[in-house]
């Protein structure tokens, strides 16, 4: 027997979605990173000493995030 054998199947969908990128688009990544950055600046300048665009920065990477890692998420936990 070949020791440098493979098996070569076909991707399921779901694995095809995962080496495809997912449903990733440019407009929905901006769209979550402007509506973290809002909810950020209104959160940040409420809280003292935070300050407005410290809570938007913050808020924009983390809606960045969500959208980047959350299709990801939901496939791992489904």
Known sequence: MDAHATTIR???AG???LVGGGDFSWGGFFGHVGGGAVAGGLMGS???GLGTVTGAVAGGLLGGIEYSL???IEEFFE
Do not use: D, W, Y
């Open 46 to 48: 409420l809280v003292p």
């Open 70 to 72: 959350g299709s990801a």
């Open 10 to 12: 076909e991707l399921t």
């Open 15 to 17: 694995e095809t979605e």
